[in-house]
């Protein structure tokens, strides 16, 4: 299975950079620039042909891309020449006007933004199951005595149902989650419901420094009311549609009663349970793991199908999740400088391959249809995050050519080798001990799964 996740990520990845250079690519044809070799994957081609005065190549290591544009790298002869200015040929990168190579390093970023949109706008367009949880909330400090957090200073109890956030109804547990997520430390409005009465209330949701999100202390309520069993529970005895009363002593209102009792690892669970009115008792030997441990109990959840969209709905609400999207990574950037967790919260190849073919392995598992949207969604998510990405105005990234650029066209006259050179050479380490931290916090990813 961990070989199946790996080759679903290193494809979908595949799939968002063969997109970012292929905007690079187009744009270098329409603006006249040669393109001598375009590459999926690095290392030593194992398949290529030439076509039309440039060469197709698939490398070997499927992860990444490029597009090699004719005298590309003509400043770096100049420098160690010790020239004054770049000497281009026709049809090579530097040949080109500052204007269009700058169109050429933003037609790349550009097109993963566009790519995000269609994806998105497809996603909408076809429908989707949301399997999810209802609005109503359980304290976390109901869970773990003695702690308080946003929700308990603003007055909430376990039970109330969060009907709205800033005017948007929130019917169910993701869309409450994704608005408090990417609003940490915002002021935000909520409607409640409480046993019938709706109430105002406002808080203001704490930074998590682990993830760089949002967060006010809430689990979302779970009904133990079983929807499956497997292994312990159904060696125990138990049935679907079972609803489980108490485990050990305690009673379950809800499931996190449950999940509070197994962080304290009994070696068994006397459960009592109530089956088409009568009443029950079993003990559920927990298998413990490496830290994990297995009940083969399954819950309901809500689950509903968002209707078909026409072609401009569709293509609407693509582009209001793509700009959603955009704006919350562009926010994001600023938490990096807040004292959260860089290990935990930046991301680097390895545990993006992994979180893709993760994602993509769980939702093929119910489906190809739910497959295929949950993958799709995920890489458009991605894809906007390589355009943010690209788009910083640092060195070697494509923002960092397009500040070159337009300082050149505003003096009139090309930049001097050794100014580019130096650059580039800063923006090579920045870039190299950046990844190096981003491989350090996904090694340490992979150890905690």
């Known amino acids: 299975m961990t070989i199946v996740k790996i080759l679903l ?9 063969f997109i970012h250079e292929l905007g690079h690519f187009l744009a270098a044809r329409l603006v006249g620039i040669k393109v001598e070799a375009f590459s999926i994957g690095w290392g030593k081609p194992i398949l290529k042909k030439k076509v ?31 020239r004054n200015s770049v000497s281009p040929s026709p ?11 700058i169109l050429v390093c933003f037609a790349g970023p550009f097109f993963n933004l566009v ?12 429908g989707f199951d949301v399997n999810t949880l209802e609005n109503r909330i359980i304290l976390a400090s109901d869970i773990s005595a003695g702690e308080r957090y946003p929700a308990d200073e603003a007055g909430l109890r376990t039970g109330d149902r969060i009907l709205e956030i800033n005017g948007k109804a929130t019917p169910y547990y ?32 704490d930074l998590d420094k682990k993830t760089g999100s949002g967060k006010i202390g809430v689990y979302f309520w779970t009904d133990p009311v079983l929807a499956g069993v497997t292994g312990p529970a159904a060696a125990a005895g138990l049935q679907e549609g079972d609803r489980i009363l108490r485990a050990n002593g305690r009673e379950l209102p809800h499931t996190m009663v449950l999940a509070k009792i197994l962080e304290e690892e009994p070696r068994s669970l006397d459960l009592e349970y109530e089956r088409n009115g009568v009443r029950g008792e079993t003990t559920l030997i927990p298998v413990y793991t490496e830290g994990m441990v297995e009940l083969g109990l399954s819950y309901h959840s809500v689950r509903y199908r968002t209707p078909p969209l026409s072609l401009p709905g569709a293509l609407s609400k693509g582009a ?3 700009w959603k999207t955009l704006v919350v990574s562009l926010e994001s950037l600023g938490l990096l400088f807040r004292g959260i967790d860089l290990t935990q919260a930046v991301s680097g190849p390895l545990r993006i391959t992994y979180m893709t073919g993760d994602i993509a392995a769980e939702a093929f598992s119910e489906g190809i249809g739910t497959g295929i949207s949950s993958m799709a969604n995920f890489l458009a998510l991605i894809s906007i ?65």
């Open 9 to 17: 990520g290193l494809a979908g990845l595949g799939v968002v950079v």
């Open 52 to 82: 039309g005065g440039t060469e197709y190549r698939l490398g070997l290591f499927p992860l990444g891309g490029y597009c090699k544009m004719q005298g590309e790298h003509e400043f770096q002869e100049a420098w160690e020449n010790r």
């Open 91 to 101: 049809g090579s990168f530097f040949g080109a006007g500052p204007f269009r190579r």
């Open 115 to 126: 790519f995000a949109v269609l994806v998105f706008s497809l996603i909408w367009g076809a």
């Open 174 to 205: 993701h869309e409450v989650k994704e608005s408090i997520a990417i609003n940490p430390e915002k002021e935000l409005r909520l409607k409640v419901d409480r046993e019938g009465e709706v109430l105002d209330i406002s808080l203001r949701p």
């Open 320 to 322: 209001a999740e793509a």
């Open 385 to 449: 995050a390589l355009c943010v990405m690209n788009l910083l105005p640092l060195p070697v990234l494509d923002g960092g050519s397009i500040v070159l650029f337009l300082i050149e066209a505003a003096k009139r006259k090309p930049l001097h080798p050794r100014t580019i050179g130096a650059f580039q050479t800063v923006g090579v380490v920045l870039i190299f001990g950046l990844l190096i931290f981003a491989v350090f916090g996904d090694i340490l990813f992979l150890i905690r799964r």
